[in-house]
């Protein structure tokens, strides 16, 4: 008993002479566990940005290491018909598809926060398809997609409707590809499901004494409230949106058929970069989309003021 | 002080750990294994990546017991990597890391580009000196391999193109099954007597032009186009003939309905279910490789084939692509790798090689000969028009050019410009992309 006491008093004396040091040394510990991290960060991340904005003046190649040109990549690219028709593609998908993934990804979530039994099973099955790798999933959808044998196309048959040329014909395609991608939106009605249940309760009841209906506690309480997410899903949608590769890649073999209505800013960065050895073009292609994807953010986060509530301001 | 000094060892042995975890994940790949047979001493080990799997890897695996045999100084470790864009990427990145491995097999098609950015190397002395010359091989192979006059890889396969008819269909289209069409004219009376169509949908079409292997390239030179000029060193994309092919090609979409056939290619099936299989299409240009496709899907398909039409029924023509072996540069035992790439390219390798894949065709004629590749009387056409085939063009911008001309292609079939304009856009385009080479 006494050796305990003993052990215990030896254990204290070491924790408060520890305590005094932590004071003093506790950032050095901090870089220390931090430090994989950051290494990683500085020489993986931020080494290749800076390298790639060098690069984007000059025809560096991967393999050889280019002369310096100033701002000849920059001038070229708005001269390359093929970047105007992929940053058209982009904000083509960018405009319809965001949208489109918030309003049915609100809905959504509201339908799947209805207290009805075995919820937890639909929820699972709402989330399930964004667990299928995008590959398998453009596989997946040109089988569907399939003029010919396709299910959708099948479908619309039996109501007497004959259905277009989805990914082969240049119109349909951008359209189509909404539609796959609309697929994946589990993982952001998941973010407002979240949100939903920060909602207080006793601001619906107080709606409801005021004799609101189900259209009005939507409009005036459910939607105000879930701004803030609604907020962060645009954001993360525009961003990702811009960004669009592994799906249209896979399905066009990397060739953005039918007549490069399916060639995104990415695909044509990646065509550049590794097919033409064009590092330095697409050093500057990839600087100009992170200028436009800023620009992009910053215009949402400066509208936002004007219809993002947050609860207690 | 005691435990600051203690502190700064922690710190210190951190930073080790990490490094030498990483320096490990990165020689990890050459003390690993030896794919089980041991190194012995004095033995050379080379590294050859290939992307070769089922029955071309049981083919490669046979190539490389017969070198060892022969050169038992030297050890082949053979790498997976991935076929197609990965493996190149991989290659890539290999080479500019400064760490490739010492021998790979390559898509021809890409030894101009790699070239041009000396991503290879120059094997033109050593082959001079082992006698390994152009007349083995047939001389698309050979040129298709060399940039600028310089070798850079031996050929090892290679493939064509023809024209597959279906000659039940023919029959009961009123046609000669033993007399398929020779002139572009015949090809296309043959299509229209062959298609039945239903509304807008086709039970029965008889011919697209582009579909398959029916690539701008194989229309332009059984057209008698040049894609090269190589005096200039300029791409002649838009060449008077070349022109005239692509303006056949889109003159039979509109007389089919191009937004019509769009529809049938992109529900046609591959496999068992390619429709030339199933009966859907009637004639299409492909590859000798679809030959053993038929024998596996429905061996009792009653077909033929027989050359790509041209305009005048004379001067066949066809175009081959096909790999190279090719030593990366910065490869570290670049003899040794010469002496594999030599045995590989060469007569010995190529006739232990070929004959484990009987419906695949060598660069080298005398193995095609002594293989008796010419007893099956199909595949015998696609032989005999390799002498008369040509490879594209070897240009630093081979790849940007193909993506054009398909490009121009599809522009053109669906109406969106003429052939002439839009070849002289593409000419215009990769020529402007040569410039920086000169």
């Known amino acids: ?313 | 002080m005691k435990i600051r000094g203690k502190k700064i060892g922690i710190f210190f042995m951190t930073i080790f750990l990490i490094f030498s975890l990483v320096l490990a994940g990165c020689s990890s790949k050459e003390s690993g294994s030896n794919d089980g047979g041991g190194e012995t001493k004095g033995q050379t080990e080379i590294t050859f990546w290939h992307g070769s799997t089922d029955i071309g890897l049981q083919a490669l695996k046979k190539m490389v017991a017969a070198f060892e045999e022969k050169h038992p100084e030297i050890k082949v470790k053979m790498v997976y990597t991935e076929a197609s864009e990965g493996a190149d990427q991989k290659l890539l990145t290999a080479v500019a890391g400064g760490n490739p491995p010492d021998v790979a097999l390559f898509d021809r098609f890409k030894v101009g580009s790699w070239a041009a950015q000396e991503a290879l190397t120059d094997i033109t002395d050593m082959a001079e000196a082992d006698g390994v010359s152009e007349d083995l091989y047939y001389p698309y192979a050979w040129k298709e391999a060399n940039y600028k006059d310089k070798l850079y890889g031996l050929p090892y396969t290679t493939d064509s193109r023809l024209l597959y008819y279906n000659k039940d269909h023919f029959k009961e289209a009123g046609l000669d099954p033993e007399n398929p069409p020779k002139t572009t004219q015949e090809l296309e009376a043959a299509a229209e007597k062959l298609t039945k169509k239903e509304g807008n949908r086709f039970k029965q079409i008889g011919f697209i032009p582009w579909y398959g292997q029916g690539w701008l390239y194989g229309w332009g030179w059984s057209f008698g186009g040049e894609f090269y000029n190589e005096e200039t060193g300029e791409v002649t994309a838009n060449d008077p003939k070349v022109v005239e092919a692509l303006t056949w090609m889109a003159s039979l979409a509109q007389k089919f309905g191009v937004e019509d056939i769009a529809g049938f290619e992109s529900s046609a099936g591959s496999g068992a279910m390619d429709p030339f299989i199933s009966g859907q299409i009637s004639m299409k240009v492909d590859g000798n490789w679809t030959i053993s496709a038929i024998e596996k899907y429905k061996p009792d398909l009653n077909y033929g084939v027989t050359p790509m039409p041209t305009p005048t029924g004379t001067d066949f023509t066809t175009w081959s692509g096909g790999h190279a072996i090719v030593i990366p540069k910065g490869s570290k035992n670049v003899e040794a790798a010469w002496e594999f790439v030599k045995f590989f390219g060469t007569e010995e390798g190529q006739e232990v090689y070929f004959a484990e894949l009987p419906g695949d065709l060598s660069v080298i004629p005398a193995v095609n000969e002594k293989l008796g590749r010419g007893d099956n009387e199909k595949l015998k056409q696609f032989i005999d028009i390799l002498p008369n085939s040509h490879s594209r063009p070897v240009i630093p911008e081979g790849q940007l050019m193909w993506n054009e001309i398909v490009d121009a292609r599809e522009k053109t079939v669906r109406g969106n410009g003429t052939a002439q304009e839009n070849l002289d856009q593409a000419t215009e385009t990769i020529n402007k992309a040569l410039e920086k080479y000169k």
């Open chain 1, 1 to 313: 008993m006494a050796e305990v006491t003993k052990g215990t008093g030896v254990q204290k004396s070491i924790v408060a002479k520890k305590k005094k040091k932590y004071s003093t040394n506790s950032n050095l510990h901090g870089w220390l566990f931090a430090s994989p991290w950051i290494i990683g960060l500085v020489v993986f991340f931020a080494f290749p940005l800076v390298a790639s904005i060098y690069f984007s003046f000059t025809t560096y190649s991967i393999l050889q290491p280019g002369e310096f040109v100033g701002l000849k990549n920059y001038q070229e690219l708005f001269k390359d018909d093929l970047f105007w028709k992929s940053i058209y593609n982009t904000i083509y998908f960018t405009v319809l598809f965001v949208p489109l993934s918030i309003i049915f990804g609100v809905a959504l979530a509201m339908m799947l926060n209805m207290k009805i039994k075995g919820m937890a099973i639909y929820r699972t099955i709402f989330f399930l398809p964004t667990l299928v790798p995008h590959v398998a999933l453009a596989v997946l959808w040109m089988w569907l997609l399939n003029p010919g044998f396709g299910l959708v196309n099948g479908m619309l048959d039996m109501i007497g409707i004959q259905g277009p040329n989805w990914l082969g014909s240049e119109i349909w395609s951008k359209p189509s590809l909404i539609l796959m991608s609309l697929w994946g939106i589990g993982q952001s009605v998941i973010i407002y499901l979240a949100g939903l249940g920060d909602i207080p309760e006793e601001l619906y009841e107080a709606a409801e004494v005021d004799g609101a209906n189900w259209w009005q506690k939507t409009r005036n309480v459910t939607l105000p409230l879930l701004t803030p997410v609604i907020f962060f899903n645009l954001v993360m949608g525009a961003i990702g949106a811009f960004q669009q590769f592994t799906l249209p890649y896979t399905m066009t073999q990397g060739q953005g058929t039918p007549a490069n209505s399916l060639t995104f800013y990415v695909m044509h960065l990646y065509d550049n970069a590794f097919k033409f050895f064009q590092m330095g073009y697409a050093s500057a292609m990839a600087w100009i989309l992170f200028v436009i994807v800023m620009a992009l953010t910053a215009v949402i986060f400066v509208t936002s003021n004007r219809w993002v509530h947050y609860q207690g301001k």
